[in-house]
């Protein structure tokens, strides 16, 4: 999944792709170099960061979905909201999924993605990008991570959707130590006990800066292929990233490495 910030103020690449016409540009390039999804995003969510009015959101990522689906350009596209609203316009303008960082924070948007019997991407956060870096600290980070997604994916089970629609993401950076969150990494085979298919987002993240003292976001592509590499070998099957070409080389090599892995897996399970 490769990722479109229409944003002036993302992390690594705030207002580099902030007008349609190039943003529709990067989405060809992201498709050319191998991704199938791209996640186009019109909030940003680092750390800090205030919430976007809906008007505005919407007035950035609409024209950019409409000209992707106009263009043709053979890739699926992904809303990265938390908000109801914003999603119904933009699987209007013909998104085809919504990737929520809220996880079904907004009481709407579970009613909203089962109606339009789309995909949907549930991810855990604790508070909200304004707060959520305060307080780091769980009793049982994973087993909190575990808790609340299984939770929120049995409610969506309740509003009919079925297992192959929904994604689980334990959200990496969102409410969590950059410790906590190689925790999580390190152990992603418990969060397969639920069953469903798993999103990581590690693309320039910054508990890559904090273990090897790079600031600069964008340096951090080789911190980024090692944690995308080492979460598809532990079973992820959707990687969010900004680097597509190299990371779909990385995968490509990682998935076909993967049998291996899932024989490892499979005896120390049994
Ligand atoms: N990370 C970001 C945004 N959306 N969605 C999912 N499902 N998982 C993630 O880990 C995730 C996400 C943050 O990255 P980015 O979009 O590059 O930055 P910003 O929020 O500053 O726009």
Redesign the pocket.
Known sequence: MG?L?V?P??????GLFATPPRALRHAAEMAEQGAEIV?V?GE???PG?EAVPVEEECRRVLPVIEAIQRERLGIRVSI?TRRADVAARALDAGADMV?D?SGLGDPQMLPLVAARGCPI?I?HMRGRPRDMQLDTRYVDLVGEILAALGERADQARRATMTDDRIVI?P????GKSATGNEEILRQLGSIRTLGLPI???V??KSFIGHRTGIRNPGQRLSGSLAAATAAVLAGACLV?A?DVGATRQALDVADALRPWVESTYTAEAG
């Open positions: 990722i910030n944003t103020d993302s992390f690594s690449d705030g996640d995003g940003s969510t680092r960061a990265d990737n960082v991407v991810m993401d959200g990496i950076g969102f999103m990581i987002g693309s320039r969010r900004h």
